[in-house]
């Protein structure tokens, strides 16, 4: 069966610094895969998303992520963390053809003034 | 583009009664719409995939005659908490997936939080 893994439920980053979201997925092909993002009280807006083609994957806010088949992952990355971008991040998979995401268990990101 | 609504945004309701949600999606045609539970702390719970006009198909677990969707428009979809129980407490989210080009996305609701007392 397919499976998203998200490496750290907890992700605690100083403003301005490296912002790194693991991801890894288990697909016997490559899968679509995505990055969400969920404010507090709000449903999931996507980020970013890849399915075919360029493996660096440019999304908003300054987020992308890089598709790497030999590593089966996808990690979520920015420069920069700012404050606003406090929030849950998810980390989710689907197969060609298939109708449902899988998603991963989420990563809570937290940004120190 | 891609805008998905969903009312109530809240709801509180006594134990016993029935509760309909409603999920649009507004600037866009939505052949497949899924329902989601989502409690505090965790990750989303696929409850059901609907396509326009057919029949539901739920998730293993999933009590069909409780959570009934309806699927009756491109734009709309409904889901009924019949019922409702005080462990129906959840945060309800909606996704809407389209037709042409952006098949492979599925576009999220703002989600509606429900309480029964």
């Known amino acids: 069966a397919q499976s998203v893994t998200q490496l750290g439920s907890h992700v605690s980053v100083s403003e301005g610094a490296l912002v790194l979201l693991r991801c890894n997925y288990s697909?016997?092909?490559?899968?679509?895969l995505f990055w969400y993002v969920q404010y507090p009280n709000q449903g999931l807006q996507l980020l970013l998303k890849y399915t075919t083609g360029a493996t660096l994957v440019k999304g908003i806010n300054g987020f992308e992520a890089e598709f790497k088949k030999s590593e089966t992952s996808f990690h979520l990355t920015k420069p920069s963390a700012h404050m606003s971008d406090a929030a849950e991040y998810f980390c989710a998979q689907k197969g060609w053809g298939a109708q449902k995401l899988v998603f991963g268990q989420g990563t809570r990101l937290t940004i120190n003034p | 583009g891609a805008v998905v609504s969903q009312h109530p945004s809240r709801v509180i309701c006594k134990s016993g009664t029935s509760v309909k949600i409603e999920c649009r999606s507004l600037d866009f045609q939505a052949t497949t719409m899924f329902w989601y539970r989502q409690f505090p702390k965790q990750s989303l719970m696929l409850m059901a995939t609907?396509?326009?006009?057919?029949?539901?198909?739920?998730e293993q677990g999933v009590e069909k005659d409780k959570f009934l969707i309806n699927h009756a428009s491109l734009t709309l979809s409904t889901l009924t908490v019949t019922s409702a129980h005080p462990e129906d407490s959840s945060f309800y989210i909606c996704?809407?997936?389209?037709?042409?080009?952006?098949?492979?996305?599925?576009?999220f609701g703002p989600g509606t939080r429900l309480t029964v007392l």
């Open positions: 996704s809407a997936r389209g037709s042409g080009g952006g098949t492979d996305t599925q576009y």
């Open positions: 697909s016997s092909v490559p899968p679509y």
């Open positions: 609907s396509n326009e006009g057919s029949k539901a198909t739920y």
